[in-house]
């Protein structure tokens, strides 16, 4: 425990029955249910799929996001409303935040936070973790920049620690001498650690518990962990196929299908013809959405939205039949983008007839009709 705890007897951390959604009018909830209770001392590993809630539940305990319930307590405190002090928080996005790109030399980097103060652990530190104090964050790998925030972050004694995929950059020695220092702080201090990662290597003898969230929820009770418990990527690996397989089974009865759909039709939910995209359009994220008008969209990360829009009489007649020619809309954001969407779909446009275009400043609706 920290020098200014005044806990005792509460749980380290205790969520119960938590549920989150981000948007209230979104028809499912990004975690449903969730249920951890975790002692002071615990090394717990938290196990789920890519997008199954992990990161968010971590943010929800950090205070970080803002739920409905209260039923979210850190040391015997409201996360939100009476935040405890000794917790810290350290995810993946510290490091694309542009002040830690700057040229700051790191031993100034670390004095601004308080590194003067915590001079014998910040030495501790820096050599676990094998940073040179005259790096210069903007010239450093994303690696090392990773071990800066690390030490940055553990520098002050901490009572519970969330990380959140923090050690996917390191390499194998380093991050062995993290595991090790970490086990050392719930043991020796009484420390509590909640991790989220992907990565199991050398991690079998490191948690006392494991949380497994499937689909944002969690289906099993915290799994007590030790000697003679199993190989721990097996079972993350048994856990991860059911998780792909419930999934797949979800996302079919609401006629979404993941992977490569190649150049033909295929149904929206409310069966109105949708094209898909070809495999020269691989940027395409294929989810659907259902916006007013019944347009039915597929979104680009670097595009824009590309969309089939029954809905212009100058077009398409009603009722809509699946052999008629379709209408496709393309919403560019930016100037960049529209020279993104030139040399990716002109080609493919180009072979299927008519092309209008009408540009605007900050907006291009591009209309092909074939």
């Known amino acids: 425990m920290t020098a200014n705890s005044t806990h005792t007897d509460e749980l380290a951390i205790d969520c119960r029955d938590l549920t989150f959604f981000f948007n209230p009018n979104d028809a499912e909830p990004v975690l449903s249910g969730v249920n951890i209770q975790l002692e002071r001392g615990d090394c717990c590993l938290l196990v789920g799929a890519n997008g199954a809630g992990k990161s968010t539940l971590l943010r929800i305990l950090a205070g970080k996001r803002l739920t409905k319930t209260r039923n979210c307590r850190i040391l015997g405190q409201d996360v939100f409303m009476n935040p405890p002090g000794g917790v810290v928080y350290l995810g993946t996005e510290w490091c694309m935040n542009p002040v830690v790109r700057s040229d700051i030399v790191v031993s100034h980097f670390l004095d601004s936070v308080g590194g003067w103060r915590h001079r014998a652990r910040r030495d501790r530190l820096l050599e676990i973790l094998d940073v040179d104090l005259d790096w210069r964050m903007h010239q450093i790998s994303d690696g090392e920049r990773r071990r800066v925030q690390l030490c940055m972050g553990l520098m002050t004694e901490w009572d519970v620690l969330l990380l959140d995929e923090v050690t996917v950059d390191l390499d194998v020695l380093v991050r062995a001498d993290?595991?090790?220092?970490?086990?050392?702080?719930?043991?020796?201090?009484?420390?509590?650690?909640?991790?989220?990662?992907?990565?199991?290597?050398?991690?079998?003898?490191?948690?006392?518990?494991?949380?497994?969230?499937?689909?944002?929820?969690?289906?099993?009770?915290?799994?007590?962990?030790?000697?003679?418990?199993?190989?721990?990527?097996?079972?993350?690996?048994?856990?991860?196929?059911?998780?792909?397989?419930?999934?797949?089974?979800?996302?079919?009865?609401?006629?979404?299908?993941?992977?490569?759909?190649?150049?033909?039709?295929?149904?929206?939910?409310?069966?109105?013809?949708?094209?898909?995209?070809?495999?020269?359009?691989k940027d395409v994220l294929r989810q659907v959405r259902l916006l007013p008008l019944e347009t039915r969209l597929l979104v680009s990360a670097s595009v824009g939205c590309v969309g089939i829009a029954p809905i212009s009489p100058l077009f398409l007649p009603s009722p809509f039949p699946s052999t008629h020619p379709v209408t496709i809309i393309l919403v560019i954001r930016t100037h960049p983008a529209q020279r993104v969407h030139r040399g990716l779909y002109a080609a493919r446009w180009g072979e299927h007839g008519d092309v209008k275009a009408s540009l605007r400043v900050s907006l291009a609706v591009l209309i092909c009709v074939r």
């Open 178 to 281: 993290l595991v090790n220092f970490l086990a050392s702080e719930a043991k020796d201090r009484g420390a509590t650690i909640l991790y989220a990662t992907h990565i199991f290597d050398g991690l079998g003898s490191f948690p006392n518990k494991i949380v497994h969230i499937q689909l944002g929820a969690t289906p099993k009770p915290t799994i007590e962990w030790g000697p003679g418990s199993g190989d721990l990527f097996n079972v993350a690996l048994g856990w991860l196929r059911e998780d792909r397989e419930l999934r797949r089974e979800k996302e079919a009865a609401r006629g979404r299908v993941r992977g490569p759909k190649g150049d033909v039709s295929c149904l929206s939910a409310r069966g109105c013809p949708m094209l898909t995209s070809d495999s020269r359009c």
